[in-house]
């Protein structure tokens, strides 16, 4: 191995590094995009319904307003499915949503299926 390799490997090693170090000190958000206020918000793994917590309660007035952000605990990064009641009484589900640690995924009306009332 060349010592210009080495030189370019160790670079791109120190700058995915920094990269993680940057996302794990950011929260993930969710940003709500629907045309409703959420009062009820809840993630699980693709494919099954082990719903985690209420991530409303994160929220200070415990609902996330149409293009409101809102903060995310508790959950890695990978593919979930979301369940959102709004403030309708509409329930609904999105499907195979991409979470990143300290990123920010949102939920647009074209997403949500299954709703009912």
Known sequence: MTAVFRI???IVG???MASQASAQGKPT???NLTRNTISEFYLAPAGTTDWGPNQCKNDKDGTVDSDERLR???VSSGIYDA???DNT???C???NVKVEAG???AIDEKDLTSCTH
């Open 29 to 31: 958000r969710f940003w």
């Open 83 to 85: 369940r959102l009641v």
């Open 89 to 91: 009484g509409r329930t």
């Open 14 to 16: 120190f700058t995915l």
């Open 93 to 95: 589900i999105a499907r």
């Open 72 to 74: 995310i605990t508790g």
């Open 103 to 105: 990123g920010i995924f």
């Open 8 to 10: 370019i490997l160790a």
